[in-house]
C-alpha cells in the first residue's frame, strides 16, 4: 500500500515543485529524479502484489493485470523523462519555447504521469473518469506548447473532440451507476469495480448494453479507435516529441485497460441473454476497423510524427481486436502486445526527435540520409521501424503471431483481413522510411547530440521478450490473463 | 426512496425539466453571444433547482450540497468567467447566427424522441418517478453535442461543452440520486480546470488566426508537411 502511495504521490509533489522552481538546468534533472522515485516505488509494489496476489484498500485495487501497465507506465515515464531533459533544452534553446513554456511542461509531464497512475490503480469507476479527463487536460497545454497556429489547431482538436468524447463515457458511468443501485446495497460501493465484478451476473442487461456502447464510444475516443481518432495524429504531430512518446506509449494504453476492465463487466452481466458476445463483437468491429483504416493512411502521410501516430492507431486497433475475440491465448497476446508496442513505440518517437532535430524538419520529404549523418539515429530508426513492423526477431513479432494464432483458432475468415492489414502497414511503412535512413544526405546536414539510452534500453527489451519471455514476467501475463478471461494459457 | 403523495412536487419538477430542455434549445439558437451565456446560466439554475427538488422530494439530504456546487459553478462562477472573457475579447456584440435554423432545431427534436427511445430499458426499472428526465438529461448531452458541431465559434462550443456537462450531472441525479461525494467533487474540478484552459486558448487561438471563429482553423490536413 505504501509503495503504491508512494509512486501517486511522487508524480503529484514533481508537479507543485517542477510549477515552482524557477533555473531550469535543475527542472529536467528534478523530472528524472521524481520519475526515477515513481519507477523505484512501482517496482516494489509489483513485488508486494506477485507475493500477495493483489494489493487493495483505500479505494484503490492493484492486481495482475494493472500492476504491469503500473510498472511500465513509471517506467516509460523515467526513461522519456532522461530523454526529454537534453532535448526540451535544445527546444529552448531555439526559441521555440520560453521559460514559462518550460516550467509548464515539466509541471504538466508530471501531473500526467500522476493521472495515468492514478487511472490505473484506483478501483472507483468514477475517480478513473475524472482521471482521464484529468490527463487530457494535462497534455493539452503541452500540444499547443509552440504556440504555432498549426499547434494550437491540434490542441484545440484535441481538447474539443476529447472532451466530448469523454462526456458521453460519463454517461455509461452514471448507467452503470444506475444499474448497479438496483442490485449493490451500498450507495457508496455502486461504482467501485470489484463490487461490480462481483455481482456483474445481477446487473441489468439492458441497461448495461446501452452503457457500454457510450463508454467504448468514450473511452475509445482516447484509445484513438477510427473514426473517433481525428485528434490523435494532430495532437502527436504538433506537441513536443516526448510528449508523443508518453501519449501514443502510455495515454492509449491506460484508454484501453479501461475499455477492457468495462468489457469484463459488461460480458457478466450479458452472460445470460441472447448476445453474451456483443462486447466482443464491437472491440472486434471498432478494431478491425481502426487497423485496416489506419494501415492505409499510413501511405499518405508526408510528416514523420503523424505517420507514426496512425502506426499507433493501427497497433492499437489490432490490439482492441484481440481483446474483443477474447479468450486466453488472444488475450495474452494482447497484454503482451501493449506491453512491447509501449516499448518499441516510445524509443521510436524519441528516435524521431533527434532525426526530425538532425533535418530541422519534420517533414518525410526532407529527411533524408540519416545514416550517412549519424549512423546511430538511423540504425536506431530502422531497428525501431522494423521492430514495429513485426520482424522477428521482436517482440512484436511474437505477440503479433500469437494474435493472428488466436484468430485463426476463433475466426478463421478474419485472418485474410489481419494478415492483408499488416501487408498494407508494412509497406505504408517502409516506403517512407527507406529514403530517410539510406540515401545521400542533404549537404550542410550535421550530426546533433543524441542522447540513445532509452532507445537501446527499449529496443533492447523488445529484442529481449522476442527471443525469450523471462518466468516471471510470463506468469504474470497469465496472472492477467486469468483473471480476465477465467483461464490460464500456460 | 418513497416518492408517494408528491404530486404537486413531482408535477413542479417536470415543469423544472422540461424548462431545462427549452434552455438548452434557446441555448442552440442564440445569435448573440451574451445572450447564449445568459442562458447557459439559466440552464445552470434550472438543474440546480432539479436537484433541490429531487432533495426534497425523496429527502437526499447529500444532495442538497450537489446542488449548491451546481449553482455556485455553473450559473454563476463558468458564466462570469465567460462573461469576463467575452469582454476582454471584445466580443460582447458579437453575432453570428445558426446555419439553417429550421434544420437545426428539426435535427434537435429528432435527438430528444432518440432519447426518449434510447432510455426505455432505464424507464422499464423501478424509478419511474425520474424517468422523464433521464430522457431529458441524454436530450441535452445530445444537444450540446449537436451545438458543438454547428457552431463555429470557439466561445459558443465551450458553451456546447457545458451544456453537455450539465446534462450528465442531470443525468447522474435523476437516474442515480447523485454520484458519490469524491467523483463529484472530481468532475466539478475538472470542469472548472477545463473552463481555465478554454480561457487560455481563447488568446491562444486569437493570437494564431485573428479570430475566435474555428472554422479557420484548418491548417492540419493529412498532406502536413508538404510544404516545408
Redesign the interface.
Known amino acids: 500500500m505504501n509503495a503504491l502511495l508512494v509512486t501517486l504521490l511522487a508524480p503529484v509533489c514533481g508537479a507543485l515543485a517542477l510549477g515552482l522552481i524557477r533555473p531550469l538546468r535543475w527542472a529536467g534533472w528534478l523530472n528524472v529524479a521524481v520519475s526515477a522515485v515513481s519507477f523505484a516505488a512501482a517496482l516494489v509494489l509489483a513485488w508486494t502484489v506477485a507475493a500477495s496476489g493483489e494489493v487493495v484498500g483505500l ?1 484503490f485495487r492493484v492486481d495482475a493485470f494493472n500492476v504491469y501497465l503500473l510498472v511500465l507506465t513509471a517506467f516509460v515515464g523515467l526513461t522519456t523523462s532522461i530523454f526529454s531533459r537534453p532535448y526540451m533544452r535544445y527546444v529552448c534553446e531555439a526559441g521555440m519555447t520560453g521559460e514559462r513554456g518550460m516550467r509548464i511542461y515539466h509541471a504538466m509531464y508530471q501531473a500526467f504521469m500522476f493521472t495515468m497512475l492514478l487511472a490505473l490503480s484506483t478501483d ?1 469507476l ?2 478513473l ?2 482521471a482521464v ?2 490527463a487530457t ?1 494535462a497534455t ?2 503541452l500540444v ?1 506548447l509552440y ?4 499547434a ?6 484535441y ?2 473532440l476529447c ?2 468524447g469523454i ?2 463515457a ?2 455509461g458511468t ?2 452503470t ?2 444499474a448497479a ?2 442490485v449493490i446495497a451500498d ?2 460501493a ?2 467501485l469495480w470489484s463490487t461490480l465484478y462481483r455481482h456483474a451476473g445481477q446487473l ?1 442487461p ?2 448495461m ?2 452503457a457500454f456502447v457510450f463508454l467504448l464510444v468514450g473511452y475509445g475516443t482516447k484509445v484513438g479507435l477510427v473514426p473517433m481518432h481525428q485528434w490523435l495524429p ?1 495532437a502527436h ?2 506537441g513536443p516529441t516526448p510528449m508523443s512518446a508518453v501519449l501514443s506509449g502510455l495515454l492509449l494504453n491506460v484508454a484501453l485497460y479501461t475499455v477492457v476492465r468495462l468489457k469484463m463487466l459488461v460480458d457478466g452481466s450479458l452472460a445470460a441473454t441472447a448476445t453474451p458476445q456483443l462486447a466482443g463483437y464491437l472491440l472486434m468491429g471498432f478494431g478491425l476497423v481502426s487497423f485496416l483504416t489506419a494501415g492505409l ?1 499510413l501511405h ?5 510524427k ?1 505517420m507514426f501516430s496512425y502506426s499507433s492507431i493501427e497497433h492499437m486497433g489490432l490490439m482492441t481486436f484481440a481483446f474483443g475475440i477474447g479468450g486466453p491465448l488472444a488475450t495474452f497476446g494482447a497484454l503482451l502486445h501493449m506491453l512491447v508496442h509501449s516499448f518499441t513505440k516510445s524509443a521510436i518517437f524519441v528516435t524521431v526527435g533527434h532525426a526530425a532535430h538532425i533535418a530541422g ?6 529527411i533524408r540520409g540519416l545514416i550517412r549523418t549519424q549512423p546511430s539515429v538511423g540504425w536506431a530508426l530502422l531497428i525501431g521501424v522494423a521492430a514495429i513492423a513485426g520482424f522477428p526477431p521482436f517482440g512484436v513479432f511474437t505477440s503479433e503471431f500469437l494474435l493472428l494464432t488466436a484468430t485463426m483458432q476463433s475466426q478463421p475468415w478474419l485472418t485474410v483481413a489481419l494478415l492483408t492489414g499488416l501487408a498494407v502497414a508494412f509497406a505504408g511503412l517502409f516506403r517512407h522510411i527507406h529514403p530517410m535512413v539510406y540515401g545521400a544526405a542533404p549537404e550542410g546536414q550535421q550530426p546533433v547530440q543524441a542522447n540513445l539510452l532509452p532507445v537501446a534500453v527499449h529496443l533492447g527489451l523488445v529484442l529481449w521478450l522476442g527471443l525469450s519471455i523471462p518466468a516471471f514476467l510470463a506468469r504474470w501475463l497469465d496472472l492477467a490473463t486469468e483473471l480476465i478471461t477465467g483461464t490460464r494459457l500456460l | 426512496m418513497s416518492y408517494d403523495g408528491m404530486a404537486l412536487l413531482q408535477q413542479f419538477l417536470l415543469v423544472l425539466a422540461a424548462l431545462v430542455l427549452f434552455s438548452a434549445f434557446s441555448l442552440l439558437a442564440q445569435a448573440r453571444l451574451v445572450s447564449a451565456i445568459h442562458a447557459f446560466a439559466w440552464q445552470g439554475a434550472l438543474v440546480a433547482g432539479v436537484t433541490t427538488v429531487i432533495a426534497v422530494a425523496g429527502r437526499l439530504p447529500h444532495l442538497y450540497f450537489s446542488a449548491a456546487l451546481t449553482l455556485a459553478l455553473k450559473a454563476l462562477l463558468i458564466p462570469w468567467i465567460l462573461h469576463r472573457l467575452v469582454r476582454r475579447l471584445e466580443l460582447d456584440r458579437h453575432v453570428e447566427s445558426l446555419w439553417r435554423p429550421a434544420l437545426t432545431i428539426m435535427a434537435a427534436v429528432a435527438l430528444v424522441i432518440f432519447s426518449y427511445w ?2 426505455l ?2 424507464v ?3 424509478l419511474t418517478f425520474t424517468r422523464n428526465i433521464v430522457a431529458i438529461s ?1 436530450a441535452v ?1 445530445l444537444i450540446g ?1 449537436l451545438m ?1 458541431v454547428m457552431r463555429q465559434q ?1 466561445v459558443i ?1 465551450v458553451l456546447g ?1 457545458m451544456s ?2 450539465n446534462g ?1 450531472f442531470l ?2 441525479v435523476s ?3 447523485g ?2 461525494l ?2 463529484e467533487l ?2 466539478a ?2 470542469v472548472l ?2 473552463m481555465v ?2 480561457g ?2 481563447f488568446f ?2 486569437r ?3 485573428d479570430s475566435l471563429d ?1 472554422d479557420r ?4 490536413t ?5 510544404g ?1
Open positions: 479505494t472507483n468514477g475517480v473518469w475524472v479527463e484529468g487536460l493539452v497545454l499547443s504556440r504555432t497556429p498549426e494550437v489547431e491540434a490542441a484545440w482538436k481538447f474539443v472532451g466530448v462526456a458521453l460519463l454517461f452514471v448507467l451507476y444506475f443501485q438496483h450507495a457508496e455502486g461504482l441489468e439492458a441497461v448494453r446501452i494532430d504531430s504538433e493512411f499518405r502521410q508526408r510528416d514523420i503523424r524538419t519534420q517533414s518525410i520529404d526532407h | 434510447l432510455v430499458p432505464i422499464e426499472q423501478e441524454l448531452v453535442l458543438m470557439a462550443q461543452f453537455m456537462e450528465l443525468a447522474a437516474a442515480t440520486a454520484m458519490p469524491v467523483v472530481g468532475v474540478f475538472d480546470v477545463a484552459l478554454f487560455m486558448f491562444q487561438i493570437e494564431s488566426i474555428v482553423l484548418n491548417r492540419l493529412e498532406s502536413r508537411g508538404d516545408e
